[in-house]
């Protein structure tokens, strides 16, 4: 199975910073990679796939980049509203597997 | 307005069987494929199952295969995962989702299996 780990495991940052979290695949995973974002209580919300593909309707402040076995999710000018758990997931090979989690908090 | 709606969970015994139904609208519900994924308290999501448009191909992770079954009407807008022999590790929120080409296009909200005697 491909192992996909996060860093951090959490952050926290002011409002209007730009933050980045990592992903990275235990193998090469061409660009078969998403984010997703998390609220407590609700269920996972798409931000991007293919590995910086903008879902419809996600504004333009999160970017992705990254191929193989190294990506980057990067959220723009933080908002109160960003506050979540940001988790990545290949998609190359089954089983599908999801990295453990980022958890973003606002100062 | 795009609704995914998952119902079935609740207590369940030790080695006992339940069966998830996720009842959608607001989208062609035979172009997608459908997905279950799950999320363990205060723990990560992991995925379950998938299943093509057609309902000719489903996929499971080696954990699960011949323990959970996945199906789909596309007459009802529904997509189903019976779980029998369940264990206490079962025991998590079960959020369907649909999916198009590459993308997860849309999530339901969850339903809770909790496994205990």
């Not at chain 2, 519900?29 to 799950?38: D, G, L, P, Q």
């Not at chain 2, 369940?86 to 198009?100: G, P, W």
């Not at chain 2, 296009?105 to 496994?115: A, I, R, S």
């Amino acid at each position: 199975d491909i192992q996909m780990t996060q860093s951090p495991s959490s952050l926290s940052a002011s409002v209007g910073d730009r933050v980045t979290i990592t992903c990275r695949a235990s193998q090469g995973i061409r660009n078969y990679l998403a984010w997703f974002q998390q609220k407590p209580g609700k269920g996972p919300k798409s931000l991007i796939y293919g590995a910086s593909s903008l879902q419809s309707g996600v504004p333009s402040k999160f970017s992705g980049s990254g191929f193989g076995t190294d990506f980057t999710l990067t959220i723009n000018s933080l908002q109160t509203e960003d506050s979540a758990t940001y988790y990545c997931q290949q998609y190359d090979s089954y089983p599908w597997t999801f990295g453990q989690g980022t958890k973003v908090e606002i100062k | 307005e795009v609704l995914l709606m998952e119902s079935g969970g609740g207590l369940v015994k030790p080695g006992g069987s339940l069966r998830l139904s996720c009842t959608v609208s607001g989208f062609t519900f035979s172009s997608y494929s459908m997905i279950w994924v799950r999320q363990a308290p205060g723990k990560g999501l992991e995925w379950v199952s998938s299943i093509s448009s057609s309902g000719n191909y489903m996929y499971y992770p080696d954990s699960l295969r011949g323990r959970f079954t996945i199906s789909r009407d596309n007459a009802k807008n529904s997509v189903y995962l019976q779980m029998n022999s369940l264990r206490a590790e079962d025991t998590a929120v079960y959020y369907c989702a649909a999916r198009s080409g590459e993308t997860i296009e849309y999530w339901g909200q969850g339903t809770l299996v909790t496994v205990s005697s």
